[in-house]
């Protein structure tokens, strides 16, 4: 059974910092691009920050602009957002996605999600 679990999520100040981690179990990891997601009330699900298996490449969606650091730990099978300069348009649920793909096809699964809250 594939369970993404994330945690780390709450309140933050502006300006302050949070970390995201995302645990992993029943994939082999290490074969597994990696990604957060967000989505805020009333607006679609949006990529925030995407990791290469290996960890070699990573992408991030335009609105971070140099603020979270998106690392991983294919040991621990554990997955990681380092978030700082919190703005209040960070508010949203984070969601951790695994995906993959081979000769069988993709294989996407996803994490039930954790609220982050940027507010004075």
């Known amino acids: 059974q594939v369970q993404l679990v994330e945690s780390g999520g709450g309140l933050g100040q502006p300006g302050g910092s949070l970390r995201l981690s995302c645990a992993a179990s029943?994939?082999?990891?290490?074969?597994?691009?990696m990604s957060w997601y967000r989505q805020a009330p009333g607006k679609e699900r949006e990529l925030v920050a995407r990791i290469s298996s290996g960890g070699g490449r990573t992408h991030y969606g335009d609105f971070v602009e140099g603020r979270f650091t998106i690392s991983r730990g294919n040991a621990k099978n554990m997955v990681y957002l380092q978030m700082n300069s919190l703005k209040p348009e960070d508010t949203a649920v984070y969601y951790c996605?695994?995906?993959?793909?081979?000769?069988?096809?993709?294989?996407?699964?996803w994490g039930q999600g954790t609220q982050v809250t940027v507010s004075s």
């Open positions: 029943g994939i082999r990891f290490s074969n597994y691009g």
């Open positions: 996605n695994a995906q993959s793909r081979d000769y069988r096809g993709i294989f996407d699964y």
